[in-house]
């Protein structure tokens, strides 16, 4: 009996050893330069594989065993980087992802994003298109199965632009649809569920500056798309001195269609809560309501189709 008990002894001593030493090792194994650029470079390639452009990953730092920071990532097309973020960084539950095989990220965070999206004449792609192609299924019939949950997704310190090259930019104090420049882009959401064919978003906050001047407070709304409807609710929209609370908007996509042109032969119903509007907020879109110290309150309630709006 006490051979037996040491023999047990023995073996707990050695697990629980091996319960230390292990992620230890694992960490210690990966926080090694020679590792992190192995890491890094495939990164690089297999994004670059996946794309169909250049990616370049500056590093990737893995911390075991559910969290991944990555830095420094650029997305470089037809020589001109079209895409850069600081840093990516996000956290995962490992135990759905073994039982069951569904993803849940606990964040995910995008800090310092820049985006430059340009074609050179109005008729002429996106420079990203290609991007946007190869991304596409290449079998549309195949049945991809997937659940993914994104617990809070948060973007910093983001900017955009849009531009065709070809067109001569406008007043800078007026918006200019062929000249778009966002900056200081906010966002924080939620993502309980993303499957084949179904989308729910939970966005609490949305933020951003126009180069014209304009400028959003806030945009929040809960966000869902299935085969059958999509529906927000919750919209509302803040500008400096403005503000417009939604009631539920419902698009029904009759069995069928094509999403993209559901929009086109249903009706949708658009209702305000809340219509409140001071013109000077819109002086990017037509300068003359600078000098118009106005307040609107407006009971919007409205029928909208391609047809005919009521």
């Not at 911390?63 to 990555?70: G, I, K, L, W, Y």
């Not at 409807?229 to 419902?250: M, W």
Request: glycine fraction near 4%; charge should be negative; aromatic fraction near 6%.
């Amino acid at each position: 009996m006490r051979r037996l008990w040491k023999i047990f002894r023995a073996i707990v001593s050695v697990l629980l050893l091996l319960a230390v030493i292990l992620p230890a090792a694992i960490y210690v194994l990966l926080s090694l330069e020679p590792v992190r650029k192995a890491i890094s470079d495939t990164a690089s390639r297999e994004l670059s594989n996946l794309l169909g452009a250049e990616v370049n990953v500056g590093s990737v730092r893995l911390h075991p065993f559910d969290r991944a920071t990555v830095r420094d990532i650029s997305l470089v097309v037809d020589g001109d980087t079209t895409a850069y973020i600081s840093t990516v960084s996000a956290a995962f539950e490992i135990l759905p992802l073994i039982s069951s095989g569904d993803i849940i990220l606990d964040y995910a965070l995008l800090d310092g994003v820049k985006l430059a999206v340009w074609r050179d004449t109005p008729k002429t792609p996106l420079n990203i298109a290609p991007i946007i192609a190869r991304l596409r299924s290449d079998n549309p019939g195949q049945e991809n199965t997937f659940s993914l949950r994104i617990n809070s997704v948060v973007i910093r310190r983001a900017d955009a632009t849009y531009d065709v090259r070809s067109v001569d930019r406008r007043d800078s104090l007026v918006f200019d649809p062929a000249h778009i420049a966002v900056s200081g882009l906010a966002v924080n959401a939620d993502i309980p569920h993303i499957s084949k064919g179904e989308v729910t978003v939970n966005l609490d906050h949305l933020s951003f500056a126009e180069s014209s001047g304009f400028t959003l407070d806030k945009l929040s709304g809960n966000f869902s798309l299935t085969p059958s409807q999509i529906s927000v609710c919750n919209l509302k929209i803040a500008l400096p001195e403005s503000e417009i609370d939604f009631k539920p908007i419902v698009l029904n996509i009759p069995d069928g269609s094509d999403l993209r042109r559901a929009p086109l032969s249903e009706s949708i119903g658009v209702k305000t809560s809340r219509f409140d509007i001071y013109l000077p907020d819109f002086k990017a879109f037509a300068p003359v309501l600078a000098d118009i110290d106005t307040r609107l309150h407006i009971d919007l309630d409205a029928t909208v189709s391609a047809q005919c709006a009521h």
